[in-house]
């Protein structure tokens, strides 16, 4: 199952348009293919888009992927980077549900019953959460090195705000779109909309909330190596020293743990989905 | 029925009440009183305004005009919350369960007007008025059902389980919209002997919108009948005539 937020528009799952030719989706992607042209040549090329010399750079680079660093002190420095990286996800989504939750439900607005005292609430909930997931979190990254410093906790901070303001949204959403008739039910028994909540949507919601959460700790896997570029450790930091110093065998050897990574969390979470929507 | 122990006000009364949606009439100036115990059956082709009547007897919807009056007070004054369910409880086609539930809590939920939030928080992690909840549906005949997750349930069973939360209700007008439409002849009979004898036993009053004249015959003791959002006809069951349905239903045997 998935939110119905996240988009629906697999080429199956579209109906077929069957109204004439500007209506329908080829005229859609035609409309798309000329943009993108436009792009391409809005853009300044220069001579060539490959820089002299840098043909063999990128040979040197993939003939690398079939030589990555194997030594017994390089994989425990990946391991253990590696591990600083999940440590970082892990840590930072744990504190993104926690703030993100709350303010998710405040944001939804279920809990006044009223139009006229929900509006506000709404909006400013809705606008705190758009501002969060607005900033990259690299550049909260920056923001809070320059802050507290080179430490694990501007790591986390850094991925756990844009990653509520995320959650907070969806979550929001996902409250929303609960059926209703049972929420109703609850409203005829004598439930408060904080009751309605407990009882109802919340147990309704569940499952899509903790589907949508385990997909955003694989993107915050990613986002927790990205991370490392601005110096606080993990892959992410390791790739950028053997990059810069050209090792391309160790970048190979990061790269290959980072994939491994996020191919686990996907087997987990895939796991966890299907046993919550069985 | 019992007429002794009558009180000064019907249960349920409605005056010239009205109900329009987007400018077409659904009721048009109902009168209606409905006195305590009475078992009321609402008769009528679809789309004559019964299940607007029963929404407006619950307070799910306000009427346009006239009023509705529940134990004497005006339904209006009343907030939606713990004196309204109290008074009112209402089942509905769909039934309206929470399906991730689990059977036990489904049916505590008909308590949570009375409960503080604290209570019902905790309800959901362990149960509470354990005692109520068995002996509900031990009533509607599932009491091995308590731990199941609702959804894995039959449609007979999940109607079962509606009863059971409109008993822990304990409000003292039952409404019910088409309660056994969805099944066949022979467990919607069954059902409906179980609604109505769960209704006699309380003394509670019930109002059922019913498609079926036999069951109406079998089980309600008055049966209204309902056209185009007016009162067709008022009666007791006994003395409800087919001529009377064929009208109400539009069916003339001797044009055919």
Redesign the interface.
């Known amino acids: 199952m998935r939110p119905s937020t996240a988009s629906t528009t697999s080429p199956q799952a579209a109906p077929e348009q069957s109204g004439g030719f500007f209506r329908g989706r080829g005229f859609l992607t035609l409309l798309l293919v000329a943009a993108l042209l436009w792009s391409l040549t809005s853009l300044s090329w220069g001579s060539s888009p490959v820089h002299p010399g840098g043909l063999a750079s990128i040979g040197q680079f993939f003939q690398a992927a079939l030589r990555p660093e194997l030594s017994a002190e390089f994989l425990t420095l990946t391991l253990s980077s590696a591990w600083k990286t999940v440590a970082y996800a892990v840590a930072g989504i744990c504190l993104a549900v926690i703030l993100g939750f709350p303010l998710g439900v405040l944001a939804s607005g279920v809990l006044a019953r009223r139009w006229a005292s929900r509006i506000p609430g709404v909006a400013a909930f809705r606008f705190l959460l758009g501002c969060m997931r607005a900033v990259h979190e690299l550049i909260w990254a920056w923001f809070f090195v320059a802050a507290v410093g080179l430490s694990p906790a501007a790591a986390i901070f850094a991925l756990a705000i844009p990653y509520a303001g995320i959650l907070g949204r969806i979550y929001a959403d996902i409250l929303n779109d609960v059926p209703n008739p049972p929420l109703q039910a609850l409203r005829a028994s004598g439930a408060s909309e904080t009751k309605v909540l407990l009882y109802g949507r919340l147990p309704m919601a569940l499952p899509d909330m903790l589907s949508y959460t385990f997909y955003r700790f694989e993107c915050a896997i990613r986002s927790a190596a990205i991370m490392g570029f601005v110096g606080v450790g993990g892959l992410g930091m390791q790739i950028q020293l053997s990059l810069s110093d050209l090792y391309f065998n160790e970048v190979w050897t990061l790269l290959y743990a980072l994939v491994a990574l996020v191919l686990l969390v996907d087997l987990w979470s895939s796991w966890v989905r299907r046993y919550l929507t069985s | 029925m019992t007429r002794n122990g009558q009180r000064p006000y019907p249960i349920v009364r409605l005056e010239g009440v009205s109900k329009r949606y987007n400018g077409s009439a659904a009721l048009s100036s109902l009168d209606l009183e409905i006195r305590e115990g009475e078992r009321v059956a609402v008769l009528g082709p679809s789309g004559s305004g019964k299940t607007t009547l029963l929404h407006l007897v619950?307070g799910?919807e306000q009427p346009n005009d006239g009023r509705v009056l529940l134990a004497g007070l005006p339904l209006a004054s009343m907030s939606?919350?713990?004196?309204?369910?109290?008074l009112?409880?209402?089942m509905?086609q769909?039934l309206?369960?929470?399906?991730?539930?689990s059977v036990k809590?489904n049916v505590q939920?008909?308590?949570?007007?009375?409960?503080s939030?604290w209570k019902?928080?905790v309800s959901?992690v362990s149960l509470r008025e354990r005692e109520m909840v068995e002996r509900a549906l031990e009533r509607v005949g599932i009491p091995e059902k308590l731990h199941e997750r609702t959804s894995h349930l039959s449609g007979g069973e999940q109607q079962r389980v509606a009863m059971a939360?409109l008993l822990s209700?304990q409000s003292r007008v039952v409404l019910a919209d088409e309660p056994v439409a969805s099944l066949d002849p022979a467990r919607a009979e069954d059902l409906m002997h179980l609604l109505v004898s769960i209704v006699a036993e309380s003394g509670k009053t019930l109002i059922a919108s019913v498609h079926s004249t036999h069951l109406t015959r079998k089980y309600f003791s008055r049966a209204v009948g309902l056209r185009n959002g007016t009162l067709e006809f008022d009666l007791p069951v006994e003395r409800l005539t087919d001529e009377a349905l064929n009208r109400l239903y539009d069916i003339t045997p001797s044009r055919a």
Do not use: C, F, N
Request: proline residues 6%; charged residues 20%; positive net charge.
């Open positions: 619950a799910m939606a919350g713990p004196k309204l369910s109290e009112v409880g209402m509905h769909q309206d369960l929470v399906p991730h539930l809590h939920a008909g308590r949570l007007g009375r409960w939030l019902s928080l959901l939360r209700q």
